[in-house]
């Protein structure tokens, strides 16, 4: 092996073509292209790690300016939406296809985690800076009955420990 590496090759320096573009700002994304008419979803996550969802009342929300639908994971089970899946299907050794859990878009009844989505506001997106703004999201009238889910070992741990020595 030579004391010089080349030019090409693992771990030698390439120069991008697109940085120069994105460094002085001039780079244009996906969300830079606006369209007349255009919508965005704005996702309402859910702040526990395991809670029931109690309610969720959309009535304010649809009345805000801008706001074409908010949808619930209650409606669309009713509308019989199915599951996210998986991107392909996987199969056994014996050729069976692969078993997977329910995984809905929005949560209908129960949370799982920090950030379970349990509805999505479609608005104008004129409109989208004003939904986004938390007191605007507080209208969405979602109560949760907190299962006390445990985020973390410590916190879990130092409450089995307060439960065990009482």
């Not at 092996?1 to 073509?17: E, L, P, Q, W």
């Not at 790690?49 to 009535?59: E, F, G, L, P, Q």
């Not at 009345?63 to 998986?86: E, F, H, R, S, Y």
Request: positive net charge; contains cysteine; glycine residues 8%.
């Amino acid at each position: 092996m030579s004391a010089t590496s080349s030019a090409t090759g693992i771990g030698a320096s390439v120069r991008r073509k697109e940085d120069f573009r994105f460094i002085t700002g001039k780079g244009q994304y996906t969300d830079d292209v606006v369209r007349p008419g255009e919508t965005r979803a704005v996702f309402v996550r859910s702040p526990y790690a395991h809670a029931k969802i109690k309610s969720i009342d959309v009535t304010a929300a649809k009345k805000m300016p801008g706001v074409v639908d908010v949808l619930t994971g209650a409606q669309l089970a009713t509308d019989k939406i199915g599951n996210l899946i998986c991107g392909w299907m996987i199969h056994s050794k014996d050729g069976s296809p692969m078993k997977m859990s329910a995984h809905p878009a929005l949560a209908a009844s129960k949370v799982n985690c920090v950030g379970d989505a349990v509805a999505v506001v479609i608005a104008l997106l004129v409109y989208e800076h004003a939904i986004l703004r938390p007191t605007d999201l507080s209208r969405l009238g979602v109560a949760f009955f907190n299962l006390n889910g445990y985020v973390s070992v410590i916190f879990f741990v130092a409450t089995l420990a307060d439960v065990l020595l009482r």
